[in-house]
């Protein structure tokens, strides 16, 4: 990667955005279904087919679909490898997707009050760019603030140690940390519905779900006599004199 690309986004970006999708494949040109709408994150190349999969075993593979006859590749498949803040997202067969790269508009329509800042597209007051094609294009520019590196927790499964999923994040790690040393340092156990505070009592928990969330059972309430609630007291009797 040359000077001028570094900090640009991980060195597959650029090919993702570039590659030629939704061609035959030649390798497979003769089978069915060989369109290229695959593209592998380790090998960086042209995009592939779905037979072309059996070389690319444990590899980091998207699926680049269509909208419009533009490409866009599914939100919740690549934010695990790249920030995709700023750019707008969109809900196209109830799934959240983005666009690879930018879709010039015209004039924007009447009443809009943001656009892109590459290409001049219509978009929500809360965006900036309406690709990822149209963000790599404002870090081009020198803005400090943009950024394709992901900020969060390590995680192995993540291509290049980061990743977005937000069940790992450091506050439900923190919870989780603090509810296990409460749970350790008490030694709860319960028999038979009674509790047993002696010695030789076990704690007695279940826990569910990968997130070790611990149910302690609680215990039997006494039971409730109504025949002793029911019983009158004696007549009192004086003192003497």
């Not at 400090?144 to 290049?160: M, V």
């Amino acid at each position: 990667m040359g000077k001028d690309d570094m900090g640009m986004g991980p060195p597959w970006l650029k090919p993702l955005l570039r590659a030629n999708y939704f061609i035959p494949c030649e390798v497979h040109g003769d089978s069915n279904k060989n369109e290229c709408n695959l593209y592998c994150l380790d090998c960086v190349g042209n995009a592939l087919c779905s037979y072309c999969l059996i070389h690319h075993k444990d590899h980091h593979v998207l699926q680049i679909r269509r909208s419009s006859y533009h490409n866009v590749v599914r939100v919740h498949e690549i934010q695990k490898y790249i920030d995709i803040s700023c750019v707008q997202t969109y809900i196209i067969n109830s799934a959240k997707i983005v666009f690879l790269n930018e879709r010039p508009q015209p004039r924007p329509g009447k009443g809009v009050t943001n656009t892109c800042e590459i290409c001049g597209r219509s978009l929500l007051d809360s965006f900036r760019f309406c690709s990822l094609g149209c963000k790599l294009g404002g870090m081009k520019r020198g803005d400090p603030e943009l950024s394709f590196t992901l900020r969060l927790k390590h995680n192995r499964d993540s291509l290049h140690g980061f990743e977005s999923d937000e069940s790992t994040t450091p506050t439900k790690i923190h919870k989780m940390h603090v509810f296990n040393r409460l749970i350790d340092s008490h030694a709860i156990s319960y028999e038979d519905g009674s509790r047993n505070d002696g010695d030789g009592g076990k704690s007695s928990y279940s826990t569910s779900g990968e997130e070790g969330i611990h149910s302690i059972s609680p215990a039997t309430p006494p039971i409730f006599n109504n025949l002793n609630s029911k019983r009158r007291k004696g007549i009192p009797h004086r003192a003497p004199f």
